[in-house]
């Protein structure tokens, strides 16, 4: 079957290859020349762990090509997903649906009979029916089909999340003259090798599946954040963080899944799709106050961290190093978005305090987003050296191996900030470090 994706981003390159490895030929459409460029090399513009083998092997069994323009993508397509972003609108939180709507007016143009036309990106509902409503407008003789097939892949994950989905969901159009049983039918063939034999396929209205997906996300992004609050709670009353997440995970009906306390939560999604979630209840006159406490109580909690870090420093913060391991807003990723780095760097740098970083993959993409004067170290032990204060912000694992004998050697000071718990179970402290870890009184 041949599909057309349009967008090369994370969303769109995972979803290409992957369905490229199921057998589906892909086509994917980016407009961004020099990036277009790069993927034809081979080259990737994220750094997702397995992707670029997926990548190089589907291109050389020419299941997986790539072109510039929707016209040229369509060729022969049953199917075009979009897959361009969707970014929080600066001030409003509203998510910015021009690349959408632009993506649907250009398919208008050009479109055969009988193409399904598939939201990938996650956008606010209502917008699958705008969408249709552009197409029919442009092309009223026009035989299409809309859906909604939100993506729940993570990065660092994204592969094994999409090879192996816990469902897929997909939203139809019931009020269309087929009642959406093409998209139906076609999205079944599509999916098939991924869903079977479990039956993960689960098919809805438009607007329930775009709800779905912001539902699930703030739900996880509340989960974080509940976690977050209890681990302030254990360190305010001797309580571990851990065991108590141990003890509620056991319970089915919580599961320990989400609830590892942290520096709050990053990345391109919880932060823009609470935003978004919470900007359409407010639209729609049923502002949710539990998705609003959440962006609040997130964005209190990574300024918090800063305060904290100048605690520990004590007096003479000018005279200060600290040392930072991990910037990137979660492991196995180099995405810096809304990571906690963000707003503790500069506030640190701000305070005169000297920087000494280090993060295995997400270097190129902080160094534009940090003031200048900071410190890019070569590894960790770099990071370390001379610093009075360590800082454990991203949980990468190459950070667990780290000898702490060596570790004494590079720092000046011995005061260590988990924010992880990464060296939860090390004999930190037989090092001579004051070991500060989250969710756990000092
Ligand atoms: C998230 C969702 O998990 C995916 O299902 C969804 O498809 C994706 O957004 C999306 O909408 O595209 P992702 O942003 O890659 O995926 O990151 P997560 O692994 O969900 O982590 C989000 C944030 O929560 C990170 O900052 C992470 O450090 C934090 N987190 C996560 C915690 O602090 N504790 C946890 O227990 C779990």
Redesign the pocket.
């Known amino acids: 079957m041949r599909i057309t994706i349009i967008g090369g981003g994370y969303?769109g390159l995972v979803s290409g290859a992957c369905l490229a490895a199921y057998g589906a030929h892909i086509t994917l459409v980016e407009k961004d020349p020099e990036r277009l460029k790069r993927l034809e090399i081979g080259e990737l513009p994220i750094y997702e762990p397995g992707l670029e083998a997926l990548f190089s092997e589907q291109k050389a069994q020419k299941r997986l090509s790539f072109c510039a323009t929707i016209e040229e993508g369509l060729r022969g397509s049953k199917a075009a997903f979009i897959a361009v972003g969707t970014p929080a609108r600066r001030g409003s939180g509203h998510a910015d649906l021009s690349f959408v709507y632009d993506v649907a007016k250009d398919i208008a143009l050009t479109a055969q009979n009988d193409l399904v036309v598939v939201t990938k990106s996650?956008v606010p509902i209502g917008t699958g029916r705008e969408v249709s409503s552009i197409l029919r407008t442009l092309r009223p003789e026009l035989r299409f089909s809309v859906a909604s097939n939100p993506?729940?892949?993570?990065?660092?994950q994204a592969i094994a999340?999409f090879m192996n989905p816990d469902r897929v969901i997909i939203g139809l159009d019931r009020n269309s003259p087929d009642k959406g049983l093409h998209a139906q039918k076609l999205l079944t063939t599509l999916y098939h090798p991924l869903t079977h034999p479990q039956n993960k396929l689960v098919f809805m209205g438009l607007e329930s599946a775009e709800l779905t997906?912001y539902a699930?996300?703030a739900f996880?992004?509340m989960k974080?954040t509940f976690?977050?609050e209890i681990a302030d709670i254990c360190e305010a009353t001797g309580a571990d963080s851990e065991e108590v997440r141990y003890g509620m995970g056991l319970d089915p009906r919580i599961s320990p899944?989400?609830?590892?306390?942290?520096p709050g939560?990053?990345?391109?999604?919880?932060p823009k799709?609470t935003q978004a979630l919470a900007v359409t209840a407010r639209k729609v006159g049923t502002p949710s106050q539990l998705v609003e406490t959440i962006i609040a109580a997130n964005d209190a909690r990574k300024r918090r961290l800063a305060e904290r870090v100048l605690t520990l420093l004590g007096d003479h913060i000018t005279q200060k190093t600290v040392a930072i391991l991990g910037l990137t807003?979660?492991a196995n990723?180099d995405d810096m978005r809304q990571a906690p780095a963000l707003t503790l760097l500069p506030y640190l740098n701000e305070a005169g305090v000297t920087l000494r970083v280090y993060d295995p993959q997400g270097m190129t993409q902080a160094r534009p987003l940090l003031p200048k004067g900071i410190y890019f170290a070569h590894n960790a032990l770099d990071a370390a050296k001379n610093s009075d204060l360590l800082v454990i912000l991203t949980e990468w694992e190459e950070f667990s191996h780290i000898s702490f004998e060596e570790l004494q050697k590079a720092m000046k000071g011995r005061k260590i900030l988990d924010y992880r718990g990464l060296w939860k179970d090390q004999n930190v402290s037989d090092y001579g470090f004051t070991y500060h870890r989250i969710g756990k009184r000092d």
């Open positions: 969303v996650t993506e729940f892949l993570r990065e660092g999340d997906k699930a996300n996880l992004a974080v976690a977050n899944d989400f609830l590892m306390a942290g939560f990053g990345g391109s999604c919880f799709d807003f979660k990723t």
